[in-house]
T-cell receptor
């Protein structure tokens, strides 16, 4: 069984401030973890992925995430928020050999305040 | 440009009707997926197909049907058996059968009237 929990359905940050979106996972086997971004009325775009290589993963648009097994976490960060980062972000988990069965979190809407 | 095209963008269905959502990709991707998205929830997998003429049920397949007669097309039919079809439907694809869905369409918003 696998699941992800995203803490906070809405997060607000000021432009230029640190972005931190939290994700904790549960998996009976070593997980593969992902972050996706969704702009209004659009599909999802893959931001970054962890597949058991480096624990610090860098993605597009300046985002990165760190896999912490001891904390079962995969939080998404960006040092300085930009207005264009306002969107909904989804954490997701799957397992080796089961890529089709991706389990998504409930999403976190990021608001960037000018 | 390569991508996934979903049509229509908005669709209204009367009670008891079947409707078909279109999903076409020109990426030459092997695998295709259908997800349902409801407010405040993550995406839930309806069906997926790893190869032409083959598809598997996802977590919420009841009331839905699909076909995969061509590599580039994966239409989803929402049947009258689906009791609560109002949702945002997303089609996705991946290059290989053993990779995660990485490319998504812009979605179809289905409303029952």
């Amino acid at each position: 069984a696998q699941s992800v929990t995203q803490l906070g359905s809405h997060v607000s940050v000021s432009e230029g401030a640190l972005v931190l979106l939290r994700c904790n996972y549960s998996s009976s086997v070593p997980p593969y973890l992902f972050w996706y971004v969704q702009y209004p009325n659009q599909g999802l775009q893959l931001l970054l992925k962890y597949t058991s290589a480096a624990t610090l993963v860098k993605g597009i648009n300046g985002f990165e995430a760190e896999f912490k097994k001891s904390e079962t976490s995969f939080h998404l960060t960006k040092p300085s928020a930009h207005m264009s980062d306002a969107a909904e972000y989804f954490c997701a988990v799957t397992q080796y050999g089961g890529y089709q069965k991706v389990t998504f979190g409930t999403g976190t809407k990021l608001q960037v305040i000018p | 440009d390569g991508g996934i095209t979903q049509s229509p963008k908005y669709l209204f269905r009367k009670e008891g009707q079947n409707v078909t959502l279109s999903c076409e990709q020109n990426l030459n991707h092997d695998a295709m997926y259908w997800y349902r998205q409801d407010p405040g929830q993550g995406l839930r997998l309806i069906y997926y197909s790893q190869i032409v003429n083959d598809f598997q049920k996802g977590d919420i397949a009841e009331g839905y049907s699909v076909s995969r007669e061509k590599k580039e097309s994966f239409p989803l039919t929402v049947t009258s058996a689906q009791k609560n079809p109002t949702a945002f439907y997303l089609c996705a694809s991946s290059a290989a059968r053993d990779s995660i869905p990485a490319t998504f369409g812009s979605g179809t918003r289905l409303t029952v009237v």
